[in-house]
């Protein structure tokens, strides 16, 4: 199957493209989760969305967040936004979660995980472990490797906590591994008005 780019205005021909790739590989329909931002990362039942193909990427299908993902409401079961929100900018983030609370079935699950920027920069500035500039650094502005490889929004608890209740998030979990944290967010109702 050859990789195709598609728009959100493309859902009804992008369905056809998304069946596809369920026969294709054999995924479970009602089971089926979503990684966006994949780079070359795979799970299991998984379809995998980034920005290009490139040979940084191994994606299924090319899309873009920001803009809109061409799949229908209520798709997946499971999101997972593993280090990427950090290369958005923040003031895209609404756009972004409201996009996800879209594409989840209801009670669906996020799984986003970022470097707490705070955290990062008090190591920064620390020096700890020596590793001011192989480490940190590259924890606060991004490896910076190849384009896109950068990050352009500090991510911290209280603001993205905010966010997700903003968008519709209930039942919010943290788990934090030294400078990353991994949240676990379910889809719940709508606020009608923001906090």
Same mark, same amino acid.
């Given at each position: 199957?050859?990789?195709?780019? +598609?728009? /959100? #205005?493309?859902?009804?021909?992008? #369905? =056809?493209?998304?069946?596809? %790739?369920? #026969?294709?590989?054999?995924?479970?329909?009602?089971?089926?989760?979503?990684?966006?931002?994949?780079?070359?990362?795979?799970?299991?039942?998984?379809?995998?969305?980034?920005?290009? /193909?490139?040979?940084?990427? =191994?994606?299924? +299908?090319?899309?873009? %967040?920001?803009?809109?993902?061409?799949?229908?409401?209520?798709?997946?079961?499971?999101?997972?936004?593993?280090?990427?929100?950090?290369?958005?900018?923040?003031?895209?983030?609404?756009?972004?979660? =409201?996009?996800?609370?879209?594409?989840? /079935?209801?009670?669906?699950?996020?799984?986003?995980?970022?470097?707490?920027? +705070?955290?990062?920069?008090?190591?920064?500035?620390?020096?700890?472990?020596?590793?001011?500039?192989?480490?940190?650094?590259?924890?606060?502005?991004?490896?910076?490797?190849?384009?896109?490889?950068?990050?352009?929004?500090?991510?911290?608890?209280?603001? %993205?906590? =905010?966010?997700? %209740?903003?968008?519709?998030?209930?039942?919010?979990?943290?788990?934090?591994?030294? +400078?990353?944290?991994?949240?676990?967010?379910?889809?719940?109702? /709508?606020?009608?008005?923001?906090?």
């Amino acid at each position: 199957m050859s990789l195709q780019l +598609i728009k /959100k #205005e493309d859902v009804i021909e992008s #369905e =056809d493209i998304l069946n596809n %790739i369920i #026969e294709e590989k054999g995924f479970d329909k009602e089971k089926l989760r979503l990684n966006i931002g994949s780079g070359k990362q795979k799970f299991s039942n998984c379809i995998n969305v980034d920005l290009k /193909k490139h040979k940084h990427t =191994d994606v299924d +299908i090319e899309g873009n %967040i920001v803009v809109g993902l061409p799949f229908p409401n209520e798709t997946f079961t499971e999101i997972l936004f593993i280090h990427v929100i950090e290369h958005i900018q923040r003031k895209f983030h609404r756009i972004v979660l =409201d996009e996800i609370w879209r594409l989840l /079935k209801p009670d669906g699950r996020l799984i986003l995980a970022y470097p707490d920027f +705070i955290e990062a920069a008090k190591r920064f500035i620390e020096n700890k472990y020596g590793g001011r500039w192989q480490l940190y650094h590259n924890v606060i502005y991004g490896r910076q490797s190849y384009e896109g490889d950068y990050h352009v929004a500090a991510i911290e608890r209280q603001d %993205i906590t =905010d966010r997700l %209740i903003n968008s519709g998030f209930k039942d919010i979990n943290y788990l934090r591994h030294t +400078i990353n944290v991994t949240i676990t967010a379910y889809k719940g109702e /709508k606020l009608k008005e923001f906090l």
